[in-house]
């Protein structure tokens, strides 16, 4: 589509010199903010956050010879670096990483690590162009035709709260489950990714045994390898299926951060609960929304809102049904899903400022 008079101003815009020149500097911020995206990958792929983390200030030519990297190169990301506040220029051409970026950049076993997110973001523009003639065509874009950036960064955004709080806070919260887990349940993780999350349950209940579900071919084969890493092959498998497709009898279905993903998220809900064993449960994690726009006008939201435009609404819309829940549907909208799967009970068990914790059961 081409820009045409329907698409032109019906009348001329008003506004003032300030306002208009408060906005240009706002948007010239944004700019340097999706630039910086990349400076963050580059500084986590080679090792330049954890060689200035926790350590006195640097010169470019330090850093270059602690990472083995070049310095003129160097110099300059952390000019870059400096001018978006990730670091701290303390004159002389010595730079300093404050606390702050370098746990969250860094501490990959903190609930405050965002460098997932980075390689996330930027692996995501790498389909602007196709994601650009879906919005023309209404064509989705499977999770699987992604750049393999998204994948690994999506199992790095997540792991750290799956790490933090899975354990910790949402399964004791749902009703009777740690007690079965501890004795010996049998669990199915459904859209599973990597299997930072079905790894992290089975090593903390070595009585159970659990089943990872992806569609994902290349995902199921990652997951399979940190199984055997982790020596969690005798308790943990993993099978490539849609969640339509999952068949056996569990006494926990587990959907983390995926089920706005599917095309058909009722269909999925039915089918899983027909595999719930008597008093089973499903746990469905989901990304924190309020239930209007509204309630989402915020930095969490914003960065939701535009992580389902390139691959949440494109991924649902690739399947069957292509409902497009997004990533930021609410707990009504989710209510209103399991209520169409014939499942009744619904309850928010836990929240964390990134993801919401319901309880599901038929």
Same mark, same amino acid.
């Given at each position: 589509m081409t820009t045409t008079e329907a698409t032109q101003p019906s009348a001329p815009l008003e506004t003032t010199e300030e306002d208009l020149m408060a906005f240009v500097h706002r948007a010239v911020g944004d700019v340097g903010a999706?630039? %910086?995206?990349?400076?963050v990958v580059i500084g986590d792929r080679l090792g330049l956050y954890r060689a200035m983390a926790g350590r006195p200030a640097m010169t470019a030519d330090d850093l270059a010879r602690a990472t083995g990297t070049d310095e003129r190169?160097?110099?300059?990301?952390?000019? *870059?670096?400096?001018?978006?506040g990730y670091v701290v220029h303390e004159g002389d051409g010595r730079?300093?990483?404050?606390?702050?970026?370098?746990?969250?950049?860094?501490d990959e076993s903190s609930p405050a690590c965002v460098v997932g997110a980075f390689e996330l973001a930027v692996a995501s523009l790498q389909a602007t162009d196709r994601i650009t003639e879906g919005f023309r065509t209404g064509a989705g874009l499977p999770w699987g035709d992604h750049h393999h950036d998204v994948h690994e960064g999506c199992e790095r955004f997540f792991r750290p709260g799956y @790490? %933090? %709080?899975?354990?910790?806070?949402?399964?004791?919260?749902?009703?009777?489950?740690?007690?079965?887990?501890?004795?010996?349940?049998?669990?199915?993780?459904?859209?599973?990714?990597?299997?930072?999350? !079905?790894?992290?349950?089975?090593?903390?209940?070595?009585?159970?045994?659990f089943v990872g579900f992806d569609v994902h $071919?290349?995902?199921?084969?990652? *997951?399979?390898?940190? =199984?055997?890493?982790?020596? @969690?092959?005798?308790?943990?498998?993993?099978?490539?299926? !849609?969640?339509?497709?999952?068949?056996?009898?569990?006494? @926990?279905v587990c959907f983390f951060d995926c089920l706005h993903d599917m095309g058909d998220p009722v269909g999925a809900l039915r089918n899983v609960a027909g595999t719930l064993a008597e008093g089973g449960t499903i746990m469905l994690v989901e990304p924190m =929304?309020?239930?209007s726009i509204d309630e989402n006008i915020n930095p969490v939201g914003a960065a939701y809102y535009a992580f389902s435009t390139l691959l949440c609404t494109p991924s649902s819309r690739s399947q069957e049904v292509g409902a497009a829940l997004g990533a930021q549907a609410g707990e009504a909208r989710l209510r209103e899903t399991a209520a169409d799967a014939g499942i009744t009970?619904?309850?928010?068990? $836990?929240?964390?400022?990134?993801?919401?914790? @319901?309880?599901?059961?038929?």
């Open positions: 999706v630039l %910086n995206g990349a400076m190169y160097v110099r300059e990301w952390l000019s *870059a670096q400096a001018a978006a730079f300093r990483l404050p606390a702050e970026p370098a746990i969250a950049l860094t @790490l %933090n %709080n899975l354990v910790s806070t949402w399964l004791p919260a749902l009703d009777g489950v740690v007690d079965a887990l501890t004795t010996g349940a049998r669990v199915a993780d459904v859209g599973c990714g990597h299997g930072a999350s !079905t790894i992290t349950m089975a090593k903390a209940f070595p009585q159970s045994t $071919a290349d995902s199921i084969d990652a *997951a399979r390898e940190r =199984a055997a890493d982790a020596r @969690l092959t005798d308790r943990v498998t993993f099978e490539v299926a !849609t969640a339509k497709e999952v068949t056996g009898r569990f006494d @926990l =929304a309020g239930d009970q619904v309850r928010r068990v $836990a929240e964390t400022p990134f993801n919401m914790v @319901l309880e599901l059961r038929p």
